[in-house]
């Protein structure tokens, strides 16, 4: 009988021993949405500060990505739901216990607010730009006239993105190595890395540049401050717990893991961060390669190795 391979023989196609449902594109998503809650972080936080003018690829030419990466990751999302025509019912309701109700009113209302603001800055970054409507032209005055309003919005709901985005691993209790509540703020950390990344490369002002080349190098300290507590907190749990970091201390993850993401996604960036502060002529290209590489690596391998991770053995 089939109710006896599923539960004495555990033996559920994509679900027991192993669970198998989430593919490419949930960790690509997962690092579209937290590289564009990091651009938009900055954007927001530089525009409440009063530093438009000190840092134009923060605040005008970096949003442009914003919204592409929130598109392309939502495609990445679509794709991989069973039941795509009904999507919709998201947003019939609201859970407030729930990350994906969380998550999926979020997109909803930061998306807009994303074009919204590059929208408002078209004429800025483009030379002779008109709107062919009168009408868009007079509500142009209206979003620029309630900007900051808007960037009060969009630091808000690019917090509670960059979060959610590790949330909606951590939520899964039955998978060890996703239950614990510092993916959320380490996942934040890294999509704001990631951000600071791309606006780094964007800029062509050398004090634009060291301030973010600065920010970046504090936050991938922070990160790797959260991974470390991350494994050290694993190890200090249960047995199911410490099997779980252990793909990453001599697992299957562990070559992937350390080189991929700790040393070229995160200690060879500030090393190279360093000694362009202190007077080494470094390529910004590099660093900013490997932070992206590293960011979205990371995605990939927790995705893949908190699915093989399991409560019953």
């Known amino acids: ?20 449902i989430w593919h490419w ?5 997962l690092f579209l949405g937290g590289l564009a809650a990091g651009i938009l972080f900055f954007a927001a936080l530089f525009t409440i500060m009063g530093k438009e003018k000190e840092m134009p690829a923060a605040v005008k030419k970096a949003p442009i990505i914003a919204p592409i990466a929130l598109i392309l990751g939502l495609i990445a999302l679509f794709l991989d739901l069973k ?28 998306t807009p607010l994303s074009m919204l603001w590059v929208a408002s800055y078209m004429k800025e970054l483009v030379p002779g730009w008109k709107w062919k409507n009168n009408l868009l032209e007079s509500f142009e005055g209206f979003v620029i006239k309630y900007r900051l309003w808007m960037a009060w919005m969009i630091i808000v709901l690019s917090v509670i993105l960059g979060i959610y985005t590790g949330i909606l691993l951590s939520a899964f209790n039955a998978r ?39 920010i970046d190098l504090l936050l991938i300290i922070v990160e790797l401050f959260f991974i470390t507590h991350l494994i050290m907190g694993m190890k200090a749990g249960s047995q199911v717990q410490i099997d779980a970091v252990s793909l990453f201390l001599g697992g299957q993850f562990t070559v992937s893991f350390w080189v991929f993401v ?19 002529h470094i390529p910004v290209v590099i660093p900013v390669a490997l932070i992206l590489l590293g960011g979205l690596m990371f995605r990939f391998i927790m995705v893949e190795a908190g699915q093989l991770t399991r409560y019953l053995y």
């Open 262 to 280: 700790i040393l070229l996604g995160l200690v060879f960036p500030a090393i190279l961060e360093i000694l362009e502060r202190i007077g080494y």
């Open 1 to 20: 009988m089939k109710e006896e391979l599923f539960v004495s023989g555990r033996n559920i196609p994509n679900i027991d021993p192993y669970l198998n």
């Open 25 to 29: 594109q949930i960790p690509l998503y």
């Open 83 to 110: 039941h795509k025509l009904f999507f919709w019912q998201l947003y019939t309701t609201i859970r407030l216990e729930s990350p994906m109700s969380w998550g999926a009113w979020v997109l909803m209302a930061i």
């Open 176 to 214: 060890p190595l996703w239950n614990t509540s510092i993916l959320g703020p380490l996942f934040l950390v890294s999509g704001m890395s990631t951000g600071a990344a791309t606006i780094l490369i964007m800029s062509k002002s050398k004090e634009e540049r060291r301030t973010m080349s600065w």
